[in-house]
């Protein structure tokens, strides 16, 4: 079964660190591009970063970019992101998504989401 | 404020059909897929169509996709009350080199 299990959330203090990880399991994950997305308490979608397959290419949304690095152990099945300088905007439920093809970069579309991951920053 | 632009909301009843508009521009949606999620209460989005107008295997044919120019619309017909959820839209912007997503539309099945 293709799956994607999340880990790492919690209360942070602002400005403090946090490092989410993403195990993946089912499918060639090397094979695929691999997606952060946030939802706020009560809001909708906000897509944060992408690694590619091999994870020599990056994106970043500009709210996050300079604070936040996403990253895969492609031995380990394993995405991360990590987040540095952390701010209250940044609470929200933390997603890791798979690109939907096959090789494909960047991906415009996930087809397995994990059931996400708690970020609280709050003093 | 979202890239894409969805409806807020959007009601109808049993065994009637709905549709939600997701607009954008030449950055996103008019020269990349569509694809569209569905997100029940408490739960992670599903993916419901991509590339436009496909769905993934063991999503009925009640879901529908397409796109015109810079919109796309997500249509769903018999509906049934375990089709309320919130509804997005996404895409890749070549423009921001980021994903992208509508609003959200909550849909309600009266």
């Known amino acids: 079964e293709v799956q994607l299990l999340e880990s790492g959330g919690g209360l942070v203090q602002p400005g403090g660190s946090l490092r989410l990880s993403c195990a993946a399991s089912?499918?060639?994950?090397?094979?695929?591009?691999m997606s952060w997305v946030r939802q706020a308490p009560g809001k909708g979608l906000e897509w944060v970063s992408a690694?590619?397959?091999?994870?020599?290419?990056?994106y970043y949304a500009d709210s996050v970019k300079g604070r936040f690095t996403i990253s895969r152990d492609n031995s380990k099945n394993t995405l991360y992101l990590q987040m540095n300088s952390l701010r209250a905007e940044d609470t929200a439920v933390y997603y890791c998504?798979?690109?939907?093809?096959?090789?494909?970069?960047?991906?415009?579309?996930?087809?397995?989401w994990g059931q996400g991951t708690m970020v609280t920053v709050s003093s | 404020q979202s890239v894409l632009t969805q409806p807020p909301s959007v009601s109808a009843a049993p065994g009637q059909k709905v549709t939600i508009s997701c607009s954008g521009s030449?950055?996103?949606?008019?020269?990349?897929?569509v694809s569209w999620y569905q997100q029940l209460p408490g739960t992670a989005p599903k993916l419901l169509i991509y590339?436009?107008?496909k769905r993934p295997s063991g999503i009925p044919d009640r879901f529908s996709g397409s796109k015109s120019g810079t919109s796309a619309t997500l249509g769903i017909t018999g509906l049934q009350t375990g089709d309320e959820a919130d509804y997005y839209c996404?895409?890749?912007?070549?423009?921001?080199?980021?994903?992208?997503f509508g609003g959200g539309t909550k849909l309600t099945v009266l």
């Open positions: 998504a798979k690109g939907l093809r096959f090789l494909e970069w960047p991906a415009d579309a996930f087809d397995i």
């Open positions: 089912g499918f060639t994950f090397s094979s695929y591009a």
């Open positions: 690694i590619s397959g091999s994870g020599g290419s990056t």
């Open positions: 030449s950055s996103n949606i008019g020269n990349n897929y």
């Open positions: 590339e436009n107008n």
């Open positions: 996404g895409t890749w912007d070549s423009s921001l080199s980021g994903g992208v």
